[in-house]
């Protein structure tokens, strides 16, 4: 059995840890104490809980694919809907457990990053729940082409900031969120989105996250009566997929199977694949595999998914890269876009394209395993945010 | 053994006044520019130089050196030229240091790293992101090669936290004057005075300001309280806005003149 726990530090194995400026770390400790201190306080978890059940929307329902799974060797597809969720995605777990914690750490206002817009809507939802004021930091690239979830965090009074320094992606947004938490730590804080940076929140992001996993194994084995044979989810910074995994890890029976952007191909080079193409070294307060060139700067990613377009990952996916319990591959743009094609034709769920690549995977896993295999596929997000890209993709005139 | 950087802190003591340390990013303007650069700040009397390794993702600078690090990197600086620009301030007679985010360093190879610091006559470096509790191989390796390991401060760390950082430092502590990035700023916060009477509680070593001091007055005022006095947007605006080259070397060398009155007035 495969115990995954991060120590005092936050380390998986190599991985992890805390490489941020000096005026940080008290912000650091004094989350981390935070976190701890609500994973035993049954106030904290009972409120969490009912916001669930209220607001979230959760428990999340499990829906069989069987249409799709004609295309997928007729191996049974079953999707664990935190599309359904309420914001959409499966971001909004995270976000209430951190809006809480804010809350109880005395902070009037948070600020977060965002690349597809699905944690900036999250985070703005959460903080107009709470009456918090909330910054959220997106790169001017992204605004562009996720121009309708920059109207819903405006909408909930979110205050927007384009960032144009860098490729104006993702990355550069979390450096921007840095800057801002460096000169206001006092009274914010960083809602990050996914489980990179630095400890605590690959650990903390994480715990908010692993009730999707929680959740799925009992109704698959309800369903089912058995544990699925192969759990797959995608990978960008890579919270969705270890929430579902998390539960999973100790079942070695299963597999856990992260798929990655492929971008036009990994070995184009014009990708965002970074466990498949990258290697270890340090981004955003964190040890974990980085795309970076021989001078240790980062690359910048690519993918037709603005979600999944960051050339860094959680560093305790590279951990369970290492240890060999997970498994990680690269799906390019088309491969998703004709797996996001294919779940809107024959389910009629429109997924995000960041959920595409899950999907495109267990194509290729059914086929490989074939009808008597059971896969449990994260489905991480809706995809209304990004029919603008889809219609230009497939030629469809708007 | 003490290293150049060591020395010069001894001298300033003995002199009763502040070092003058200037920061500039290796291939900032060019790589030949960056050059002439650093001959410009020897020339209007900077005590050390600190070279940027230019990063690609620079969380604790603000626009100016972020801009500098981007126009840098454009032109393909590696750390090859990293260490030809230390040698360069190594050559002109002052003592010099690398101020690297994390990653460079682990990518180069951490006892790499430090070997070639020491080669290229280096003091040694400063590692904004580096947190001491992820420095062991760093420490192994600065202490292998005989360099100093230089860790900021902030307003934010504690008086526990101020000792066990300090303890881990040599040559100078780097007290960051306030909470946020890099940059020029309009006044020193009084902060700065505030933290530096901390550190000073905990440890021996030099404290050097850094974080917005611009002019002669800035100057002047954090070498009341402080043993070093850096130095850098300032510098790398003066550079970014000149009209052309000669012209920009010729206002560093003016601000380096002006500054390094400062240090020299503050007590």
Redesign the interface.
């Known amino acids: 059995m495969t115990k995954i726990e991060s120590t005092i530090?936050g380390h998986f194995g190599p991985y992890g840890?805390?490489?941020?400026?000096?005026?940080?770390?008290?912000?650091l400790e004094e989350l981390e104490a935070a976190h701890n201190s609500a994973l035993k306080d049954p106030v904290f978890q009972a409120e969490l809980s009912h916001l669930h059940l209220t607001y979230t929307g959760r428990p999340s329902i499990l829906t069989e694919a069987k249409r799709f799974a004609e295309h997928a060797g007729g191996a049974r597809i079953l999707l664990k809907r935190e599309d359904l969720n309420h914001t959409g995605s499966h971001k909004i777990n995270n976000v209430l457990g951190q809006a809480l914690l804010t809350k109880r750490m005395g902070k009037k206002r948070i600020i977060a990053e965002t690349g597809a817009g699905q944690h900036g809507v999250a985070a703005a939802t959460a903080a107009a729940l709470m009456g918090l004021e909330c910054v959220v930091y997106m790169g001017e690239e992204d605004t562009r082409r996720q121009s309708l979830n920059v109207a819903r965090m405006k909408i909930l009074g979110a205050e927007v900031i384009p960032v144009t320094?860098?490729s104006r992606t993702l990355?550069?947004a979390i450096?921007e969120a840095?800057?801002d938490w460096?000169?206001?730590?006092?009274t914010t804080h960083y809602l990050l989105g996914t489980v990179a940076g630095p400890h605590p929140f690959p650990t903390m992001v994480r715990d908010f996250h692993k009730i999707i996993g929680e959740e799925a194994k009992i109704q698959v084995q309800e369903l089912v009566g058995r544990l699925p044979d192969a759990v797959l989810a995608c990978v960008g910074g890579g919270s969705n997929a270890i929430g579902i995994f998390h539960d999973f890890i100790p079942d070695t029976s299963v597999r856990l199977i992260g798929l990655e952007a492929g971008g036009d191909g990994v070995e184009t080079g014009r990708h965002a694949a970074t466990i498949t193409g990258g290697s270890p070294?340090?981004?955003?307060?964190t040890r974990s595999y980085?795309l970076?060139d021989?001078?240790?700067?980062?690359v910048e990613s690519h993918s037709i998914s603005a979600g999944l377009d960051y050339p860094g990952v959680g560093p305790e996916h590279a951990y369970l890269h290492d240890i060999g319990r997970a498994e990680y591959r690269a799906i390019t743009d088309a491969q998703a876009m004709h797996a996001f094609a294919l779940l809107s034709k024959t389910e009629g769920i429109i997924p995000a394209i960041e959920t595409a690549h899950a999907l495109a995977g267990a194509i290729q896993v059914g086929n490989e395993l074939g009808p008597d295999a059971i896969l449990l596929i994260n489905l991480s997000g809706r995809g209304d945010k990004d029919v603008e890209t889809a219609a230009k993709y497939f030629g469809i005139q708007l | 053994m003490a290293t150049s950087l060591d020395q010069l802190f001894a001298k300033v003591r003995a002199e009763n006044r502040a070092a003058l340390i200037a920061y500039i990013p290796a291939g900032f303007p060019s790589i030949e520019g960056c050059h002439k650069a650093i001959k410009a700040l020897v020339a209007g009397g900077v005590d050390a130089i600190e070279i940027g390794f230019p990063y690609s993702d620079p969380v604790m600078d603000g626009p100016i050196i972020q801009a500098a690090a981007e126009r840098s990197l454009s032109q393909g600086t590696g750390a090859s030229d990293v260490f030809a620009a230390l040698k360069c301030a190594t050559d002109a007679g002052v003592s010099a240091v690398v101020m690297t985010y994390w990653n460079p360093i682990e990518k180069y190879g951490v006892d790499e790293f430090a070997q070639s610091i020491s080669e290229n006559g280096g003091s040694g470096v400063i590692t904004p992101d580096l947190t001491i509790e992820e420095s062991e191989r760093w420490s192994e390796a600065a202490h292998a090669h005989k360099i100093n390991r230089i860790y900021v401060v902030a307003p934010s760390t504690n008086d526990g936290r101020l000792e066990k950082v300090t303890s881990q430092c040599s040559g100078f502590v780097y007290v960051a004057s306030l909470m946020g990035v890099t940059g020029t700023r309009t006044s020193i916060s009084s902060g700065a005075g505030d933290l530096v009477a901390r550190v000073r509680k905990v440890t021996d070593l030099p404290l050097a300001v850094g974080l917005g001091v611009s002019n002669r007055v800035q100057a002047k005022e954090v070498a009341h309280y402080a043993d070093g006095v850096i130095v850098g947007s300032a510098f790398i605006k003066c550079l970014a806005e000149a009209e052309d080259e000669a012209q920009g070397l010729e206002a560093i060398t003016e601000l380096a003149k002006e500054l390094s009155k400062g240090v020299r007035e503050g007590r």
């Open positions: 530090l840890g805390r490489f941020v400026p000096e005026a940080l770390i008290g912000a320094t860098g990355k550069d450096n840095m800057r460096v000169t206001n730590v006092e070294g340090v981004l955003h307060g980085v970076q021989k001078n240790g700067q980062t």
